[in-house]
C-alpha cells in the first residue's frame, strides 16, 4: 500500500486483515459462493489458538468502519472464547473484497496469519511483545512492486538510496504522522509463502496498524492502546489467525469448537 506521509490524508492510505461452523466435520467456517472454494478460504486451522475476525454485514461498510472481535481457546476442540470487547476497525477504501489487485486499496477477505518472526513500529519498543521488535530506520521499506524479486517483504538500502522498487513502494520510517499510521504494526501473512507477483499480483503490504481517521489503503486499523493491547497478546506459539469478510462469510461468532 503506497503512501508516504506527505500524502497521508489526501490518498487516505493504509500506509504502511470467527469463524462459524457448517455442518461439515472439519470446517470451522461458513462462506460464500461455490461451497469447496469458500470452506478453504474461510478454514480456521486446527492449530490456532488466538483468532482475530473483522467483519461487517456487507462488503461495502458505512464509513469504511468493520468490527473487531478476539477470541481464544484452549485446544482444537475446545470453544472459542472472546478476548477483548468488541471493537470498530478502520478497512481499505476499495472495501473488503474476495479477489484482490496491487492497487485497488481492498481489504482482503479470507483467513491469514499474522507475521510475528518480527514486529515493527517507527516509535520505541513499547515492551510486553511476545516477538521481536524493529524500530524503523532511515532505508527501511516494504517492496510493493509486482515485478520486483523482493515483492511484498521489507527491504533495508543504504539511507541515501533510492531502490529501483521505490516508485511503487513505501519508506516506512515515514510512514507515521503522530500517532496515525505505523507507530505499530505487524504484518498479515496476505500473498506471502507463496507469493504471487506480476501483472495479477494479488496485492501487498497488509498490515494490522494505528488508527488513521480515514479508510486504509487495505490494511486493518485500530486506537493505539486497542493496537497495543492486541500485539502484546499475539503468542506466536498459539499460531494466531486473522480472518476478514462479511458477516455470511465468517459465521457465527464466537465458532464453535472443531
Same mark, same amino acid.
Given at each position: 500500500?503506497?503512501?508516504?506521509?506527505?500524502?497521508?490524508?489526501?490518498?487516505?492510505?493504509?500506509?504502511?486483515?470467527? %469463524?462459524?461452523?457448517?455442518?461439515a466435520?472439519?470446517?470451522?467456517?461458513l462462506?460464500?459462493?461455490? %461451497?469447496?472454494?469458500?470452506?478453504t478460504?474461510?478454514?480456521?486451522?486446527?492449530? %490456532?489458538?488466538?483468532?482475530?475476525?473483522?467483519?461487517?454485514p456487507?462488503?461495502? $461498510? %458505512?464509513?469504511?468502519?468493520?468490527? @473487531?472481535?478476539? @477470541?481464544?481457546r484452549?485446544?482444537?476442540?475446545s470453544? +472459542?472464547?472472546?478476548?477483548?470487547?468488541?471493537?470498530?476497525?478502520?478497512?481499505?477504501?476499495?472495501?473488503?473484497?474476495?479477489?484482490?489487485?496491487?492497487? =485497488?486499496?481492498?481489504?482482503?477477505?479470507?483467513?491469514?496469519? @499474522?507475521?510475528?518472526?518480527?514486529i515493527?513500529?517507527?516509535?520505541?519498543?513499547?515492551?510486553?511483545?511476545?516477538? $521481536?521488535?524493529?524500530?524503523?530506520?532511515?532505508?527501511?521499506?516494504? /517492496?510493493? =512492486?509486482?515485478?520486483?524479486?523482493?515483492?511484498?517483504? @521489507?527491504?533495508? &538500502?543504504?539511507?541515501?538510496?533510492? $531502490?529501483?522498487?521505490?516508485?511503487?513502494?513505501?519508506?516506512?520510517?515515514?510512514?507515521?504522522?503522530?500517532?496515525?499510521?505505523?507507530?505499530?504494526?505487524v504484518?498479515?501473512?496476505?500473498?506471502? /509463502?507463496?507469493?504471487?507477483?506480476?501483472?495479477d499480483? $494479488?496485492?501487498?503490504?497488509?498490515?494490522?496498524?494505528? +488508527?488513521?481517521?480515514?479508510?486504509?489503503?487495505?490494511?486493518?486499523?485500530?486506537?493505539?492502546?486497542?493496537?497495543?493491547?492486541?500485539l502484546?497478546?499475539?503468542e506466536?506459539? /498459539?499460531?494466531?489467525? &486473522?480472518?476478514?469478510?462479511?458477516?455470511?462469510?465468517?459465521?457465527?461468532?464466537?465458532?464453535?469448537?472443531?
Open positions: 500500500m503506497k503512501a508516504a506521509v506527505r500524502r497521508i490524508f489526501a490518498a487516505r492510505p493504509c500506509p504502511l486483515l470467527a %469463524a462459524g461452523l457448517l455442518a466435520a472439519s470446517l470451522v467456517a462462506g460464500t459462493g461455490p %461451497a469447496g472454494a469458500a470452506q478460504r474461510f478454514t480456521i486451522p486446527a492449530s %490456532a489458538r488466538q483468532l482475530v475476525v473483522v467483519s461487517s456487507t462488503y461495502d $461498510p %458505512a464509513n469504511y468502519l468493520a468490527r @473487531f472481535q478476539s @477470541f481464544a484452549a485446544s482444537a476442540t470453544a +472459542w472464547k472472546p478476548v477483548f470487547a468488541t471493537w470498530e476497525t478502520e478497512i481499505g477504501s476499495g472495501e473488503l473484497r474476495d479477489v484482490r489487485r496491487e492497487g =485497488d486499496h481492498a481489504t482482503p477477505t479470507g483467513v491469514y496469519g @499474522f507475521g510475528l518472526a518480527t515493527y513500529g517507527a516509535w520505541p519498543n513499547p515492551g510486553g511483545l511476545h516477538a $521481536p521488535y524493529h524500530r524503523f530506520v532511515c532505508g527501511d521499506w516494504w /517492496d510493493e =512492486d509486482p515485478y520486483s524479486a523482493q515483492y511484498n517483504r @521489507f527491504v533495508h &538500502v543504504a539511507c541515501t538510496t533510492t $531502490p529501483p522498487f521505490a516508485a511503487w513502494s513505501e519508506p516506512l520510517w515515514e510512514e507515521t504522522e503522530g500517532d496515525r499510521g505505523y507507530p505499530y504494526l504484518v498479515i501473512d496476505y500473498n506471502l /509463502d507463496p507469493t504471487i507477483a506480476g501483472p499480483a $494479488p496485492g501487498s503490504g497488509i498490515f494490522l496498524h494505528a +488508527w488513521m481517521d480515514a479508510p486504509t489503503e487495505g490494511c486493518i486499523a485500530l486506537p493505539i492502546s486497542e493496537l497495543l493491547a492486541v502484546r497478546w499475539l506466536p506459539k /498459539d499460531h494466531p489467525v &486473522v480472518e476478514i469478510g462479511t458477516d455470511a462469510e465468517v459465521g457465527r461468532v464466537p465458532p464453535l469448537p472443531t
